[in-house]
């Protein structure tokens, strides 16, 4: 393809950036509202300017980062309701954990 076409390389690098800064934002490398600024992601991730770019979008469609417009991105804010899911799904593995292990502890345990 001559004009816009994608390569199946890009694709793959910007699949692999996203699955890498993903990854970074879910264990708190990348913490909420942090700015992310393009030409640090891609000392630390790789990529190129393009590919970076096209990453933060698709993060952006995902809503883990936000595009603000002649302003970049940044990571996105956790609600107060998105706190409380958190909690609320913490509060119920440690709940079944310690259920199990109860139910299968002997006196070694």
Known sequence: MIFGGRSQEDETVVAMLASAIRRDISFGVLRPDEKLKIEALRQSYGGSNHSMR?????????????????????????????????????????????SRALERGDVAW
Do not use: H, W
Request: aromatic share 2%.
């Open 54 to 98: 096209e990453t933060l979008r698709m993060l952006a469609a995902e809503g883990l980062v936000e595009a603000t417009s002649q302003r970049g991105f940044r990571v996105t804010s956790a609600t107060q309701e998105d706190l409380q899911d958190i909690l609320m799904m913490r509060l119920e593995t440690e709940k079944l954990g310690l």
